[in-house]
T-cell receptor
Framework: DSGVTQTPKHLITATGQRVTLRCSPR?????VYWYQQSLDQGLQFLIQ???????AKGNILERFSAQQFPDLHSELNLSSLELGDSALYFC?????????????FGPGTRLTVT | AQKVTQAQTEISVVEKEDVTLDCVYE???????LFWYKQPPSGELVFLIR??????QNEISGRYSWNFQKSTSSFNFTITASQVVDSAVYFC????????????FGQGTRLTINP
C-alpha cells in the first residue's frame, strides 16, 4: 500500500459526459501528479500541483482540468468525454523539497467511456 | 527534450533464467534521476529503484540488479533466477532536477516468466 488513495476505482460513463477523479496524497506529501495510461499513448504525465499551486503541465487536453485543495487532496475533472479518453488514470505524490523524489502511485481509476 | 526508450516490447523466458530489460534515455540536463517501476497484473505501479545522475555505482537488491552507464545513456535492469511472480510490465522513467519533477516513462517491457 503506497498510502495514496484514489476514488473511484472504476468509472463507466458515456461520451459527452463529465467526471471527477479524486486523489488523496500520502500524509506529508505536498506534490500531487496526475498521469494517464492508455494503450496507444503509454504512461503520460498530465499535470503537477505543489501545495495548491499548479507547477507543471504536460499533454493535458483543454477539456481536462485539475486542482489541489487546501487539505492537499486533488481532483482531476474530465469533460466532454470521448471514447479515446478511456484509460487508467494514476495519481502520485512525493515528499516536499526533494529533487528527484520518489513518486508514490495510487491504485488508479479505470475510466471507460462508452 | 527528455525521452526514454525501452526497445523490448515483450520478453518471455522460462523460470530461473536471467533476464535483462534495457532502458536508454535522452536528456540535456547534467542532473537527472532515473527510476524503474513494476506494474503487475493487478495494475498498480510499484517503485523499484531511483538513481541520480552522479551515482554510477551499480546496485543489487536480492535477485534484482541495475547497471547505470552514463557513457551510453543506459540504465538496464537484470533479474537473476527469474520467478513467475516477476511477470509484469516494467517501466523505466526519467525525471529532471528542476521545478517540475514529472516522470517521463518509456513504453514499458512486458515480461512473462513461464513455469
Amino acid at each position: 500500500d503506497s498510502g495514496v488513495t484514489q476514488t473511484p476505482k472504476h468509472l463507466i460513463t458515456a461520451t459527452g459526459q463529465r467526471v471527477t477523479l479524486r486523489c488523496s496524497p500520502r500524509s506529508g506529501d505536498l506534490s500531487v501528479y496526475w498521469y494517464q495510461q492508455s494503450l496507444d499513448q503509454g504512461l503520460q504525465f498530465l499535470i503537477q500541483y505543489y501545495n495548491g499551486e499548479e507547477r507543471a503541465k504536460g499533454n493535458i487536453l483543454e477539456r481536462f482540468s485539475a486542482q489541489q485543495f487546501p487539505d492537499l487532496h486533488s481532483e482531476l475533472n474530465l469533460s466532454s468525454l470521448e471514447l479515446g479518453d478511456s484509460a487508467l488514470y494514476f495519481c502520485a505524490s512525493s515528499a516536499p523539497g526533494l529533487a528527484g523524489a520518489k513518486q508514490y502511485f495510487g491504485p488508479g481509476t479505470r475510466l471507460t467511456v462508452t | 527534450a527528455q525521452k526514454v526508450t525501452q526497445a523490448q516490447t515483450e520478453i518471455s523466458v522460462v523460470e530461473k533464467e536471467d533476464v535483462t530489460l534495457d532502458c536508454v534515455y535522452e536528456t540535456r540536463d547534467t542532473t537527472y534521476y532515473l527510476f524503474w517501476y513494476k506494474q503487475p497484473p493487478s495494475g498498480e505501479l510499484v517503485f523499484l529503484i531511483r538513481r541520480n545522475s552522479f551515482d554510477e555505482q551499480n546496485e543489487i537488491s536480492g535477485r534484482y540488479s541495475w547497471n547505470f552507464q552514463k557513457s551510453t545513456s543506459s540504465f538496464n535492469f537484470t533479474i537473476t533466477a527469474s520467478q513467475v511472480v516477476d511477470s509484469a510490465v516494467y517501466f523505466c522513467a526519467l525525471s529532471e532536477a528542476g521545478r517540475a519533477q514529472k516522470l517521463v516513462f518509456g513504453q514499458g517491457t512486458r515480461l512473462t516468466i513461464n513455469p
